[in-house]
């Protein structure tokens, strides 16, 4: 496969993720400031835009620092490069360049939805139509990575499982660090009750993250924290955890590079072994927090080398996909 | 009869000042958009029941009304002390009745009503199950009739369904009238499925660390087919047809692609005639032979129990205050609705003579089938229930009719008032009863109906308990 196509895929299937991890995040946030006692729905929002690593750029120049005005800087805003529709544009754009290699089915899906986010972008996005624009977003999400299971060429799916596993490590990851840091310590006796806010800010954890099926499956509930902690971290069956992305991103750099000796795989391989380290067990949000944080730095440094050793793009298809390639996402330096 | 508009109240605390703004709104316009998404959301959804005997077998949508029932903070404290006193109760009642009978021999109510009772389980005598729960989940249905009266028309403690709408209307109501919830502190409702299953899990046999609990239907042609899977669906637990499901001498058992797996509390969706073939109805091929057997023998538990209708009929009702007093030494907190017993032939015949202006009931209906509502029927049907009564006066109630209480409610023409009921769902586990700060709100939609059955014509609509004012929810 040519590494030009292979970055098309891989940017491809990480602004993908990148949509649908800010759609559910949102929803998640968005119920929140729905219930009573919650904090002001622009506050929640501002925790949106802290997870997606957006809060700086969206405080510089004269915007209005409303709800509405976060919420469609977040979904729509054309200047915030990971804005949904942004998203949905890098897609596009990406899959154009490698359209020959995608099946009809699946460019289709790519491009009315593209076509669709481009109308609700001129259209602007009222606080109470939120949840209906997500799911539309969500539906449009499913539906390409529904057409996209279709992909068999070369290595495309390898690719875009690597996309997929990096960028949900980078979300999880963000998600863990923000949102950790207005929960109090667990107390494995004193666990929270479920009319509690702390409860429903460990719910909302856990629909961002896209967890809840676990979430309902895991047993014994009582212990909230705990499991919440482990199901984001170290639970191999969720498909969003940290360990089970780090071992994919192990699983598809070596079917794409076809070798098991690069530094990639060696800077993954250890991410795993990091993560299955962090003291989820203690309690202590603090201390698990500080480990994410190292976590959070060699993520940013492997997605550098699977760039640089393996996918090996001089630039994405477009100036603004670039520049969605924010620096946060990406480790300082990354070449891209 | 001039019924109770909860809306218009003029008590200086009253609620629906929460959504005066959408009431006195002259442009239905804006509202009538709202209740199309919301209906747009059951259809997609798929929140639908099915209709017995309607000949068509097709599902339908249970008719949402976008108007909430509101319930003071204050309000609801003190519904939700009566519907807990009175579930306390009627589970101390039926362990007595299957052990001691120690409210009969007291004299406190005659043996007829227990032993003389179909519903009575002479298969449940001396079983013991955990923590003395018989009725894991109940549903007790109010009326209201002026500001501070509210009646306890009956106690639902074999299968109560509705729960599912109750959560799907707040979800709905969140979707299309969020401004709402932003602007009012509604208690949140949510954690229901996550309450049941703590309380499920709780009444499992002794002994069990780690209980596995599922939810037991009759299967996709049900008519609550789709809450039953909406509660396994929310509360993580694998739904089971009894196929699924096998008995030996060390429990029950579900097959699993992985073998056997245990299963340690079943709450079951099938009545009790057709739970366990050897032990009830021996033609019933929704049950699981044998299971009644591992019940007695304390491996598994069913919820809600064998044999609670002996406690939540027509006749027995009549006595639920005396168990409260009998059990718990406390005065009720609820009001029964004043009672005929048709089987006393004196009573029978006050029916008799003011059958136009009263409502009867069959003992074991339900569903607002079998019922005659006195001053709406006309004088055929009213006859009909004469010669029945006449007949068989063991087998009906009569009541009053009550001025059900009326909300605001959106009809074809604006917004109207309309009679409605109450369910809350109360939740019993060993060491805790409770439920969450909400309820089913069944609504009549008929002009002057007061037949809030989803079979007969009847809607839902989202209830909002207010949280107390300066009190965090």
């Not at chain 1, 202590?284 to 190292?294: N, P, R």
């Not at chain 2, 003011?354 to 074991?364: C, F, M």
């Not at chain 2, 769902?425 to 809030?452: C, F, I, M, N, Q």
Request: a negative charge.
């Amino acid at each position: 496969m040519l590494t030009r196509l292979a970055g098309n895929t891989y940017w491809l299937a990480r602004s993908l993720e990148r949509a649908e991890n800010t759609c559910r995040l949102l929803r998640a946030l968005n119920r929140q400031s729905l219930l009573p006692g919650a904090v002001h729905t622009s506050a929640l929002f501002r925790t949106a835009l802290a997870v997606v690593d957006e809060l700086e750029a969206f405080q510089v120049g004269t915007r209005e620092q409303t709800a509405r005005a976060i919420l469609e800087y977040i979904l729509i805003a054309p200047e915030n490069h990971s804005s949904v529709v942004n998203c949905f544009a890098n897609v596009r754009e990406n899959g154009r360049s490698a359209r020959h290699m995608l099946t009809a089915s699946m460019w289709e899906a790519v491009n009315r939805t593209y076509l669709r986010a481009q109308e609700i972008r001129s259209e602007g996005v009222r606080l109470d139509e939120v949840d209906e624009v997500i799911d539309w977003a969500l539906q449009g999400c499913y539906w390409i990575r529904g057409a996209a299971d279709e992909l068999r060429r070369d290595g495309l799916p390898h690719v875009l499982s690597l996309g997929q596993a990096l960028e949900r490590l980078d979300f999880t990851l963000r998600l863990l660090s923000t949102l950790l840091a207005d929960l109090p310590s667990i107390d494995p006796d004193n666990p929270p009750t479920m009319s509690s806010g702390e409860y429903r800010r460990w719910l909302a954890m856990i629909e961002a993250g896209d967890m809840s099926e676990s979430w309902r499956s895991s047993s014994p509930r009582r212990r909230l924290g705990q499991t919440a902690l482990a199901m984001f971290v170290t639970d191999p069956h969720t498909t969003r955890s940290l360990v089970t992305n780090a071992r994919r991103v192990v699983a598809a750099l070596e079917i794409i590079s076809g070798r098991d000796d690069s530094a990639a795989m060696a800077a993954a391989s250890a991410l795993v072994h990091q993560i299955l380290a962090i003291p989820i067990g203690d309690g202590d949000l603090s201390v698990v927090q500080t480990a994410i944080t190292e976590v959070v730095i060699r993520t940013w440094e492997l997605s550098d080398l699977c760039i640089r050793d393996h996918l090996s793009i001089a630039q994405p298809a477009t100036a603004s996909a670039s520049a969605s390639q924010s620096s946060s996402t990406l480790p300082p330096g990354a070449q891209v | 009869m001039e019924a109770f508009d909860e809306c218009c109240s003029n008590a200086t605390d009253n609620p629906y000042a929460a959504i005066a703004d959408w009431l006195d709104d002259p442009d239905f316009s804006e509202l009538a958009a709202k209740r199309d998404q919301a209906n747009n959301l059951f259809v997609r959804r798929g929140i639908t029941f099915q209709v017995y005997g309607d000949g068509t077998g097709t599902e339908r949508l249970i008719p949402f009304d976008l108007i909430p029932r509101i319930i003071a903070a204050r309000e609801w404290a003190h519904l939700s002390a009566g519907c807990t006193q009175r579930v306390k109760a009627l589970n101390a009642f039926l362990h007595d009745i299957y052990h001691e009978q120690k409210i009969i021999t007291e004299g406190v109510i005659p043996k007829w009503v227990v032993e003389g009772n179909s519903e009575f389980q002479p298969l449940m005598v001396g079983v013991d199950v955990p923590g003395q729960i018989y009725s894991h989940i109940s549903g007790v249905d109010m009326v209201r009739t002026g500001p501070d009266d509210w009646y306890v028309l009956e106690d639902n403690l074999r299968c109560p369904s509705g729960v599912s709408y109750m959560l799907e209307n707040r979800a709905a109501m969140r979707r299309v009238m969020a401004r709402s919830f932003r602007h009012n502190d509604v208690e949140p409702i949510d954690h229901y499925p996550d309450l049941l299953l703590q309380s499920l899990r709780s009444c499992a046999p002794d002994g069990i660390s780690n209980p596995s609990v599922v939810i037991l239907t009759p299967g996709a042609g049900n008519s609550a087919y789709f809450e039953h899977a909406f509660l396994a669906q929310s509360m993580g637990v694998p739904l089971v047809e009894g196929i699924d499901l096998v008995v030996d001498s060390q429990g029950v058992w579900m097959h699993t692609t992985r073998g056997l797996a245990p299963v340690h509390v079943i709450y079951r969706r099938i009545n009790d005639d057709y739970l366990d073939p050897q032990a009830f109805n021996p033609t019933s091929v929704l049950g699981v032979p044998g299971l009644f057997e591992a019940h007695k023998a304390g491996l598994v538990t069913i919820s809600n129990a064998v044999g609670n209708g002996v406690a939540d009929d027509k006749a027995t009702y009549l006595w639920v205050p005396d168990m409260i007093r009998f059990y718990l030494g406390e005065e009720p907190i609820l009001k029964n609705v004043p009672t005929w017993r048709c089987a006393d032939p004196a009573q029978l015949e006050e029916v008799l003579d003011r059958l136009p202006e009263l409502v009867v009931k069959e003992v074991h209906g339900a569903g607002g089938y079998g019922m005659l509502v006195g001053p709406s029927a006309s004088q055929d049907e009213i006859e009909d229930f004469r010669a029945k009564l006449i007949n068989d006066p063991g087998d009906f109630i009569a009541q009053p009719t009550l001025a059900l209480s009326t909300c605001p409610t959106m009809i074809d023409a604006g917004i109207a008032p309309r009679h409605v009921d109450l369910r809350p769902y109360v939740l019993a586990g060993r060491d805790e009863t409770h439920l969450v700060p909400g309820a089913l709100t069944r609504v009549a939609l008929k002009e002057g109906s007061l037949v809030v059955n989803s079979s007969q014509g009847g809607g839902t609509k989202d209830t909002w308990v207010l949280c107390e004012e300066g009190a965090s929810c």
